[in-house]
């Protein structure tokens, strides 16, 4: 089993529950990492690291830097052929977003072969990577036919287990006038051949793409088959998908920019998480989500990047920080902790987002003396190193 010290670290976020602090920080710190696991967290001046010097352990110096867990993007749309620049060009002009544009992103990615899916997404991979990501969920939702959507589910599959159904992203042209048939494809053949691929199943509940009645159905013919329930919602304006996923107990509810006081105390009495898309904000120029709204009344937060060709065409998640940071509200160790363990909630994971004795050894070194730059100096490629199961990638 190979082993890994990685000490001399000045600022470690560890995440594990501390009053006050919800990076549970530690100062002067290292990490042991055996295998694929975290073997022990504490003070760089422990007998621990002095022991583990001695023996067969790579020993890496961090220097002064800042660890944090590695980033885990709860919500990204990575499999798909073609971009939408001109719908964002539009949109920067003055053009308002509507959901609609998808279909653009289903013609290029039905016209796509299998290899030229899995070369963008490949490449989309080692984006995530290379800023830090160390876990990501993948949707489909751009095949929107029984045999694209299981592909995409499939080729998804090749590169995270975190894989959610999402044929319930818009209604395609050719059933424009046929909605109850789709819906009816939907909770049946498409989700047999999607089904054994995924761990989840999503629906866009919002005007223009599905009601709460056509939600409901998705989302418990998934349960039937036992995928777990995710939710697009109250994302172009107030609706019913928060209610609808605490009703049915979704790991997470996304979007969240509309929300009303009956909304936020749902959330605050469930375990469903809300998660924070602060990308699409950015590229559609709708209000930013109220995160600070949401964390005083107690609703656990994520954030994610919501990768994808037409309202959030980024993979950084340090950009999600400095845009919750600056936009939202929230702190910088409320923002780390979103990006990381709020992922991991949004995900019902409890072996990443923490660095502790147990968990995966996925781990960024900052080239950086703390997190705080993450928001401090947007935009600047901040990662040093990024471990994953222990290894360097």
């Known amino acids: 089993m190979t082993a890994t010290l990685i000490t001399n670290i000045g600022e470690l976020t560890t995440n594990v529950e501390a009053a006050g602090d919800p990076c549970a920080t530690l100062t002067d710190a290292a990490v042991l990492c055996e295998g694929s696991r975290v073997a022990w967290v504490g003070p760089a ?174 989302l418990e013919a998934g349960l039937a088959r036992g995928l777990r329930p995710r939710v697009h919602g109250n994302q172009l304006g107030p609706g019913a998908g928060v209610q609808l996923a605490v009703a049915l107990g979704a790991a997470s509810v996304d979007h969240c920019t509309y929300l009303s006081d009956d909304d936020i105390a749902a959330l605050a009495g469930s375990d469903t998480v809300a998660t924070l898309l602060p990308g699409v904000e950015f590229s559609t120029r709708h209000p930013y989500p109220d995160a600070r709204r949401l964390i005083d009344a107690g609703v656990r937060v994520a954030l994610a990047s919501d990768c994808n060709p037409g309202t959030s065409f980024t993979s950084s998640m340090p950009l999600m920080i400095a845009l919750a940071v600056r936009e939202m509200g929230m702190t910088v160790p409320e923002a780390v902790w ?56």
Request: glycine share 8%; with cysteine.
């Open 45 to 218: 001046d422990d007998p621990v690291v002095e022991r583990a010097r001695r023996g067969t352990t790579a020993v890496v110096d961090a220097a002064g830097r800042a660890v944090i867990p590695g980033f885990v993007d709860s919500h990204t749309h990575l499999v798909f052929a073609g971009d939408r620049a001109d719908e964002f060009a539009a949109r920067m002009a003055g053009q308002p977003y509507a959901a609609g544009g998808i279909r653009t992103t289903v013609t290029a990615t039905r016209a796509a072969s299998d290899d030229e899916l899995r070369r963008r997404l490949i490449g989309l991979v080692a984006e995530l990577h290379a800023q830090g990501t160390t876990t990501f969920e993948i949707k489909t939702g751009y095949g929107l036919t029984v045999h694209d959507e299981a592909r995409l589910a499939r080729l998804a599959a090749e590169v995270t287990p975190e894989v959610t159904f999402l044929g319930a992203h818009v209604v395609p042209a050719e059933y424009v006038d046929a909605r109850e048939a789709y819906v009816e494809l939907v909770c049946g053949a498409m989700l047999s051949a999607c089904a054994p691929h995924a761990r989840w199943i999503d629906v866009f509940c919002e005007t223009g793409a599905f009601t709460a009645d056509e939600s409901r159905c998705v």
């Open 338 to 393: 979103a990006a990381t363990a709020g992922g991991a909630r949004a995900l019902r994971r409890n072996d990443i987002g923490v660095i502790t004795a147990g968990a995966r050894a996925d781990l960024v070194v900052l080239d950086a003396p703390s997190r705080t730059h993450l928001a401090y100096r947007p935009g600047v490629p901040l990662v040093h190193a990024v471990y994953k199961d222990g290894q360097r990638l």
